[in-house]
């Protein structure tokens, strides 16, 4: 903190600074030639009459100045509001406020100050009006169609000492009306899913003797009206296929011998077989698609590609030659999608 001394004169005046009267004896400095003082620590300076004492050849003269300090404080002169309106459980909280000079002020400025402890304040602990006391709702007596659920009402009054005492209804028939016990629920209709007859066993081959049957399943109220599949989604769908034995899928794919190849070497010697779907008890050919669970074997495959010596190549099972002598060259036919 800083006063000041508004002096002057020729020659300079002499300072002297007083407090109350006295020399000062706060920690302090003196600049401009002792017209300034400035106090070091302000808290060491209770409030009390500050004067500057300025002498020359000419005379003296002396000005005085008050120091009032002001310091942010907390304040608890006030309380919140009580957080129950009776019963045994409401306290009130001292409201903490920061003050200058006696003005509310931001909060903020009081941060270096040391917080007062807070004890809560009992209050209200009175007993309470009678009220009803409802418990929860009973499970519903039907899961759907219309069922009943009940609670149990009671009219009671909590104490000053917090126990709940059973008083009569017409007490707090005084106060609000009797609540509802009981209520109807689970009003949705009644679903469930209905399914049609299988189907023949007819479907496709899946395995030996095993094939696969469908049916159609619909979601219905109890009396039979048909509705959407969405108000059955809460109930377990039954299946709408099956696996299924059928005679018919017993069968397997048969394959003849592999036929002599057309070439004994070079690069387009082929052979094939017969590949047919037949019954396994009769073994008589069924049609294909019966088989198609299982990989059909190749009905055909290359053979002998190996690199032609002398220029031979046998065809139709004989050595091609010309002018009496086997051909130098290798004679072929090519075939632009398969065997020949």
């Not at 808290?43 to 120091?67: M, V």
């Not at 809460?234 to 003849?256: E, F, K, M, Y």
């Amino acid at each position: 903190s800083f006063l000041g001394c508004a002096v002057d004169g020729h020659p300079t005046p002499n300072i002297t600074w007083l407090y109350s009267g006295e020399p000062l004896s706060v920690q302090h400095h003196l600049l401009a030639a002792g017209r300034i003082l400035q106090i070091l620590n302000i808290s060491d300076a209770p409030d009390g009459e500050f004067s500057c004492f300025a002498q020359n050849e000419a005379g003296s003269l002396t000005q005085k100045t008050s120091l009032a300090i002001q310091e942010y404080r907390w304040s608890v002169d006030k309380l919140m509001a009580c957080s129950a309106s009776c019963g045994h459980k409401g306290v009130q909280l001292p409201q903490l406020r920061c003050l200058l000079d006696g003005a509310e002020v931001n909060m903020s400025h009081c941060r270096e100050k040391p917080k007062p402890a807070l004890q809560p304040i009992p209050c209200n602990r009175r007993d309470c009006p009678s009220r009803w006391m409802v418990t929860s709702w009973s499970p519903c007596t039907r899961s759907c169609g219309g069922g009943i659920q009940m609670r149990r009402v009671t009219c009671q009054r909590l104490t000053a000492k917090g126990s709940s005492v059973p008083v009569s209804n017409e007490a707090c028939a005084q106060v609000s009306k009797h609540p509802v016990d009981t209520q109807n629920c689970n009003r949705q209709p009644c679903v469930e899913w209905v399914a049609s007859s299988w189907s023949q066993c007819n479907g496709p081959c899946i395995g030996p003797r095993l094939a696969v049957q469908h049916r159609q399943i619909f979601c219905q109220t109890k009396d039979g009206t048909s509705v959407s599949s969405d108000q059955c989604s809460a109930l377990p769908r039954p299946l709408s296929t099956q696996n299924c034995w059928n005679d018919i899928c017993g069968v397997h794919w048969r394959v003849s011998l592999w036929t002599v190849c057309t070439a004994t070497c070079g690069n387009y010697g082929f052979q094939s077989r017969r590949v047919d779907c037949v019954h396994v008890r009769t073994n008589k050919p069924v049609l294909e698609h019966h088989c198609s669970w299982r990989p059909r074997p190749a009905n055909w495959q290359r053979c002998n590609i190996t690199p032609c010596e002398n220029g031979t190549l046998l065809r139709g099972g004989a050595a091609v030659q010309h002018g009496g002598r086997k051909e130098g060259r290798a004679i072929s036919q090519k075939c632009s999608t398969g065997p020949c």
